[in-house]
């Protein structure tokens, strides 16, 4: 499988030879040095890093429209029209990057750009600023190259990626996925070609019962021994789901993690209070194998199950201590998230160009991967029933990290990758 021997020699090349590695560089620190954290309080926002893009377009002739989706976040969609053809390849990248959270543990300025030997460090060098700016600098080649394609390439430079997802979502409801044939997902992967991505469903259990005071708590309700026991029934859904379903062997095995407790759920908790109502946040990773509706299901079951427990256990402590007390205590559940995992086909054209121009650029053969997370890939394939492959330059463990960083000569590899992917998918004779 090449998907590369379409592609004109001559043409690679001349839009091979028009990527400038100083350009890229540039552009990446451009980006990484405007603060795009979500942070209304601060009055931090992506608008600043939609303005450059914008700006980068018109100075480089692209059509392109920015569309606001809320105040402070905007996408801008930038196309460029080749000769007629079928297909359309998205480039998608996002420019909201996650917090740096305390500033003196990092060795580096997180919005400085610094540059150190062959790495570039600060927040969103690695997820996804660098990739962004490969993917726009990757169009801008073949267009100052004069290579010949047969379709459309749309890229797509979106907000709030880490968080909802509202750009991605936007994006779709204005349309412009509409005509999307195939869409590389432009995030850090080591360059492996990810044609899966675990899904994603977001729990919040709310159990509530009486507060009262901490020495008198028979005056009250205590959630503590429903809690308990809710993670526990999380603990054994997750091995079924473990045997039930195996390992993938992309994305390795399903996983629903609790990782906030709260009691109370909300407010300042104190020793000597007992709290009404405790709260649950639950983290649940699938793989393809996996149904979300049966999830949903198996969670709110357990949610009653609980609920059920509860109350049992709360009649026979009071038998016990003669105590009678209403046992109204209830668990409720909330789901706040739900991205379905992904799986494009090997065999489908947009795999076969990116495993070409992988194999084209380094020169070995290809490492498939899965992505642990989930990405706006998802909604492009859920929504529209999209191929999508998800592959950029950056260390796979380092997103999110203190002193995040890229290598600067693996992201001039990953738009060189993107040029070719393009020259392969949208060859003339594929239009």
């Avoid at 700006?55 to 392109?64: N, Q």
């Avoid at 629903?256 to 990773?285: C, F, H, W, Y």
């Avoid at 203190?402 to 949208?426: F, K, N, S």
């Amino acid at each position: 499988m090449t998907g590369i021997k379409n592609v004109n020699r001559e043409t690679a090349q001349r839009a091979l030879a028009a990527l400038d590695f100083d350009e890229l560089v540039d552009l990446t620190a451009r980006l990484v040095r405007l603060n795009t954290v979500w942070d209304p309080e601060e009055g931090t926002c992506e608008q600043p890093a939609a303005d450059l893009a914008a700006r980068w377009a018109e100075k480089e002739g692209f059509d392109h429209v920015m569309d606001q989706v809320v105040p402070g976040r905007s996408n801008v969609v930038i196309t460029f029209d080749g000769t007629p053809g079928e297909r359309t390849l998205m480039f998608e990248g996002h420019v909201d990057v996650v917090t740096p959270g305390d500033v003196t543990a990092w060795k580096y300025d997180p919005f400085g750009a610094e540059i150190v030997g062959r790495r570039m460090y600060g927040r969103g060098t690695n997820d996804t600023k660098g990739n962004t700016a490969a993917m726009l600098l990757a169009m801008a080649a073949l267009k100052r190259s004069g290579a010949k394609f047969a379709g459309r390439i749309k890229a797509g430079v979106l907000c709030d990626e880490e968080d909802g997802m509202i750009g991605v979502l936007d994006f779709i409801e204005r349309g412009h996925a509409d005509q999307v044939t195939g869409a590389v997902i432009c995030e850090p992967e080591d360059n492996f070609i990810c044609c899966t991505q675990k899904g994603a469903v977001r729990a919040v259990f709310t159990l509530t019962g009486r507060q009262a005071h901490g020495a008198m708590p028979l005056s009250g309700l205590n959630t503590a021994p429903a809690l308990a026991r809710l993670i526990q029934g999380l603990a054994g859904l997750e091995k079924e789901e473990v045997e039930a379903h195996g390992r993938d062997g992309m994305l390795g095995w399903p996983q629903i993690t609790p990782t906030v407790i709260q009691a109370p759920s909300k407010g300042p908790a104190q020793l000597n209070v007992l709290p009404g109502e405790a709260r649950v946040m639950v983290d649940i990773r699938t793989t393809p194998a996996q149904s979300h509706s049966s999830l949903r299901e198996r969670l709110r079951a357990l949610a009653q199950e609980v609920e059920c427990w509860a109350k049992g256990y709360y009649q026979e402590y009071d038998a016990r201590l003669d105590l009678e007390r209403p046992h109204d205590l209830t668990v409720g559940v909330e789901f706040i998230t739900d991205r379905p995992a992904t799986l494009t086909d090997r065999n489908d054209p947009l795999v076969r160009a990116v495993h070409g121009a992988v194999e084209q650029v380094s020169g070995v053969e290809p490492v498939y991967a899965g992505v642990p997370g989930a990405t706006d890939g998802t909604f492009l394939w859920a929504v529209k029933d999209i191929p999508i492959v998800t592959i950029g330059a950056g260390d796979r463990e380092v997103p999110h990290q203190v002193d995040e960083w890229v290598d600067l000569d693996q992201l001039y590899e990953t738009a060189r990758i993107y040029i070719l992917t393009a020259l392969a998918y949208l060859a003339p004779e594929q239009g």
